[in-house]
């Protein structure tokens, strides 16, 4: 069973940065890739970026993410990261981590349906 633990939510001044953490995803690497995914109350969750663990790491970003987030992983490739720069309100959502397999990934983006595992989610407010 795989268990996701999210970090690093919080409230923040617009144009202020943020580190969101997932982990521990050492066990991963060789079945699973990693999405960041976000919602706000009354809406479905959006997908901000994916992460393959194959070569080195991989990422890729939707359009509300691009030039502004990067998701990475520490030297231990024990912990995914979500750095978010540039917040704006509109950030401001409950942001999760998720695991799919590894076919999910490939060339695109992480669709919800394909989740297998999801964080608890962390509150990002930004004001």
């Known amino acids: 069973q795989v268990q996701l633990v999210e970090s690093g939510g919080g409230s923040v001044r617009t144009g202020g940065s943020l580190t969101l953490s997932c982990g521990p995803t050492t066990y991963m690497h060789s079945e699973y890739c990693m999405g960041w995914f976000r919602q706000t109350p009354g809406n479905q969750r959006e997908r901000l970026g994916t992460?393959?663990?194959?070569?080195?790491?991989?990422?890729r970003y939707s359009d509300p993410a691009k030039g502004r987030f990067t998701i990475s992983q520490d030297n231990a490739k024990s912990t995914v990261y979500l750095q978010m720069n540039g917040l704006k309100p509109e950030d401001t959502a409950t942001y999760y981590c998720?695991?799919?397999?590894?076919?999910?990934?490939?060339?695109?983006?992480?669709?919800?349906?394909?989740?297998?595992?999801w964080g608890q989610g962390t509150q990002v407010t930004v004001s």
């Open positions: 998720a695991a799919a397999p590894n076919r999910w990934c490939g060339g695109h983006l992480l669709p919800q349906s394909a989740v297998d595992y």
């Open positions: 992460f393959y663990f194959g070569a080195g790491g991989h990422s």
